[in-house]
């Protein structure tokens, strides 16, 4: 079995979970599978930047601060039942 390392959870993944260096957990790949990784632009500075998505909280609605200027972006997901993601809109927050 492979596993992927991903942030620190607090999160049970039933007894193939192993916890490792600096708080971080290891997370079977069906588990890993639900983090979708993506580029965003920002609507404030212009730039790109990467983010992740986790899928597996179905759709959702969240505000995210750029990772280059730090401004509040609000992200608009739609996940289908599945766990893949549909579309992600991203908009200024004071539009």
């Keep these: 079995m492979t596993s992927t390392l991903c942030s620190p959870t607090h999160e049970e993944f039933g007894s193939e979970q192993a916890d490792a260096p ?9 588990e890993a599978q639900m983090l979708e990784n993506i580029q965003v ?35 608009q997901a739609e996940v289908d039942g599945d766990g893949n993601l549909i579309t992600l809109t991203t908009r200024r927050e004071d539009d």
Excluded: K, M
Aim: proline share 7%; hydrophobic share 30%.
């Design 22 to 30: 600096d708080g971080a957990v290891f997370v079977p790949d069906a």
């Design 41 to 75: 632009h920002c609507p404030y500075c212009g730039e790109d930047f990467d983010t992740v998505l986790d899928c597996s909280a179905g759709s959702q609605h969240y505000i995210e601060d750029c990772a280059v200027c730090c401004h509040p972006i609000e992200f």
